[in-house]
């Protein structure tokens, strides 16, 4: 039994190294491989439960009594790359968003698509649902003149969630809380942004309530950044939601992750 890799761990109390031993495949429906690690109490077993994760340089675990979990390299942890092709983990206004193939398509072959305004989907169940100490990374792109996209997330129902927006057709960046009915927007700033073109805006959101929050262009420039802090929200649901506008918006998001 070789040898074949070495998983890194962020532990609390540090990066560990496991080595990892394959012995052979197991294809089952959701086990596709298993690996053995070397333990203190000896050697362990730990299957892989998503075969599609390791295009994206991490690993979801099976563990016996936490779960799955969701382990970091550098490439981050996945959220939605919308590749199953459904959103059937999502709920609310479903029937307004789709994960579809067809441009435009940033990462794999399909992508999440939106055509009305100021709409909205939640999710409790995706792979990793973020909390304050994370950095939300999302990639959105409006194709016409009506279209503003966000993201929504530390949600706990409709009074009480972050949201924060990429408004190309107002080439605003905006950033609001809700908390217990009341909304207001903590950043709301001019950034220059084009129709059709791709942007990636990242959430820096501190353990302490401190948000930094960047809209950066494809070629990795930053185009702009407010900050704001906060503290009414530490987790919750995430999900997505269209801007209000007085037209039919063309909306697509695509690869969102913790880096
Ligand atoms: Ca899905
Ligand atoms: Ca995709």
């Known amino acids: 039994m070789a040898q074949i890799a070495t998983i890194k761990v962020q532990t ?6 496991i080595p990892v031993f394959q012995p052979g495949d197991i294809n089952g429906n959701k086990v596709r491989d298993i690996l053995h690690v070397s333990t203190p109490s000896g050697t362990g077993v730990i299957p892989l439960t998503d075969t599609g994760d ?4 991490f690993l979801r675990v099976q563990t016996q009594n936490n779960g799955v979990l969701a382990f970091h390299d550098n490439n981050g942890v996945l959220i939605d790359d919308f590749e199953d092709g459904n959103i059937s983990e999502y709920s609310q206004n479903t029937g307004s968003f789709s994960a579809t193939t ?3 398509v940033k990462y794999g ?3 999440l698509k939106c055509g009305t305004n100021n709409e909205r989907i939640i999710s409790s ?3 990793y649902i973020p909390s304050a100490g994370d950095t939300i990374e999302w990639w959105g792109r409006g194709d ?6 966000g993201v929504i997330f530390g949600y706990q129902d409709t009074n009480n969630y972050y949201q924060s927006d990429m408004r190309v057709h107002s080439n605003t960046l905006k950033f ?4 217990g009915g009341s909304f207001t927007w903590l950043i709301s700033k001019t950034v220059s942004m084009s129709q059709s073109t791709w942007y990636r805006q990242v959430i820096e959101w501190g353990s302490g309530g401190n948000f930094t929050i960047t809209i950066y262009d494809a070629s990795g420039s930053a185009v702009g950044s407010g900050t704001a802090t906060d503290t009414a929200h530490t987790s919750g649901s995430f999900g997505f939601t269209s801007a209000p506008s007085n037209g039919t918006p063309s909306l697509t998001w695509d690869r969102v992750r913790v880096i």
Do not use: E, F, I, R
């Open 125 to 127: 169940t995706l792979n």
């Open 102 to 104: 067809g441009s435009p």
């Open 109 to 111: 072959s399909y992508s």
């Open 54 to 57: 390791a295009t994206y340089g």
């Open 144 to 149: 016409n003149s009506y279209s503003g996209l």
């Open 176 to 179: 609001g809380v809700n908390n």
């Open 12 to 17: 609390a109390s540090g990066v560990k190294a």
